[in-house]
């Protein structure tokens, strides 16, 4: 059952080129709009959302900060991403206008649920992204749009992940479609882009053989930092959540541009700090930003492990170790940019003796507030 792979969680991440694809099938239509039928909310009701707030946990949280920068950008209508355990708890504003997308792989997490029923009670239409049919919060939502990832064993999140972003640009492509906001051409252009991705993922997986042999050379390190600026902020979260619960190792995510407000104090001799590198087309500013981070922190002495776009040759004086991915739009890159650090967590749980699917302390869907 398990495709001949070690554990679940290589089968998964192997399989992450067609969960993509998967959930993408059927979406697009010849003409290249989105035919997005399942979302039974009405283009007129969409026409009418003034804000959307995103509730989600773990991995789906960050998915659904990813997805912030997308429906912000591709929509213009303001997007809050919150923790589901936290949403109910501060009384947030809601009311018809406003659209509440809950994310969950399971559709079973209970603060999630907790979180959409509160948003219902107040008024507001809700929209599950979940991969689990017929589960609860597909059940009592308004509207659902499934990823087809297939079902996920491992309690580590991985294909659900990327299917999870892909299910939200959908979604924003599809509110910037109904709404006809100005960027008819862009929209298609996003959709040709985002249809070559799985391909990109397929390359990445081909090449990680360098970051298994990098993983296990760190197995008895205590802590890994992880960097990232725009999108490649949520992916160093997420890269950082999987190592602790794979590894069980002390592993943080940081904005690359509060590193001088604080976590640099951190920075010591050899200390593994993982950068993910924006795109240097595009927000070339971001770019550059980053780039003078790897140099701070490699003259602090940390071990700098780049992940950066092929073709970027600015990175390489600082790169202790370089991982390449391919090139893509700068929004898409969570895609690929996540795939090295689910290899990286995955083979660094198995070099320091740990059950990589079934993590201690661990349950694969949290149906307990
Ligand atoms: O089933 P859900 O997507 O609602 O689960 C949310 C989190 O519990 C889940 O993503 C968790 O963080 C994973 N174990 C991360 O790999």
Redesign the pocket.
Known sequence: EKGGYDYFMLKEIAEQPKAVADTLLGRIDEAGNLTLDEVRISAAELREMDKIVIV?????FHAGLIAKYAIEHWTRIPCEVELASEFRYRDPILDAQTLVIA???????MD?LMALRHAREQGSRVLAICNTNGSTIPRESDAVLYTHAGPEIA???TK?FLTQLVACYLVALYLGQVRGTKWGDEVQAVIRDLSRISGAVERVLETMEPVRKLARSLADKNTVLFLGRHVGYPVALEGA??LK?LAYMHAEGFAAGELKHGPIALIEEDLPVVVVVPSPRGRSVLHDKIVSNIQEIRARGARTIVIAEEGDEAVVPYADHLIRIPATPTLLQPLVATVPLQVFACELATARGNEVDQPRN?AK??TVE
């Open positions: 989600a946990c773990g991995t789906a994310i969950s792989q399971s559709g079973e997490t999630t309690v580590a999140s659900a959540l999987k619960e661990l869907s949290v």
